[in-house]
């Protein structure tokens, strides 16, 4: 009986990199699905957490009869100001999220459209924009 030549276990680089060219394709047709995703997902939760914001800030409006002036911020839902003795809060369970960019949400009170006006600057951080570059508000209901 011939015996056979013994090849040894594994991969050529032939097929290492028949796999890689594979794997590159379908990374190249499927990442921009994801990154579109993402920014989408990224606008939905600041849009939720604006709403949510807007909640708390109608509870602090409830109880010391006015919105938090700018000076007093966000962070007065959050943390007792001195001057309020009628403050019920905390009106938030942790401290103010920073925007899915990691950046702070604008709070302008009084705002210009209505009693307060708070939002996002979007991916871009700068006024205006489409797409992911959008402002999210809460005058508007969608990204």
């Given at each position: 009986m011939k015996e056979k030549p013994h090849r040894s276990a594994g991969f050529t680089l032939i097929e290492l990199m028949i796999v890689l060219f594979i794997l590159g394709l379908l990374a190249a047709l499927v990442a921009p699905r994801l990154m579109g995703r993402v920014g989408k997902a990224k606008q939905k939760t600041a849009q939720a957490q604006i709403q949510m914001l807007a909640t708390a800030l109608d509870l602090y409006h409830l109880?010391?009869?006015?919105?938090?002036?700018?000076?007093?911020?966000?962070?007065?839902?959050?943390?007792?100001?001195?001057?309020?003795?009628?403050?019920?809060?905390?009106?938030?369970?942790?401290?103010?999220?920073?925007?899915?960019?990691?950046?702070?949400?604008?709070?302008?009170?009084?705002?210009?459209?209505?009693?307060?006006?708070?939002?996002?600057?979007?991916?871009?951080?700068?006024?205006?924009?489409?797409?992911?570059?959008?402002?999210?508000?809460?005058?508007?209901?969608?990204?």
């Open positions: 109880d010391v009869g006015r919105y938090p002036t700018d000076e007093e911020g966000l962070k007065s839902l959050y943390l007792k100001p001195e001057s309020l003795p009628s403050w019920s809060g905390p009106y938030l369970d942790k401290a103010v999220p920073k925007d899915p960019w990691a950046r702070d949400y604008v709070y302008k009170y009084p705002g210009e459209h209505g009693p307060y006006d708070l939002y996002s600057l979007g991916a871009d951080g700068q006024p205006g924009g489409e797409g992911e570059n959008a402002d999210i508000t809460n005058w508007e209901t969608s990204p």
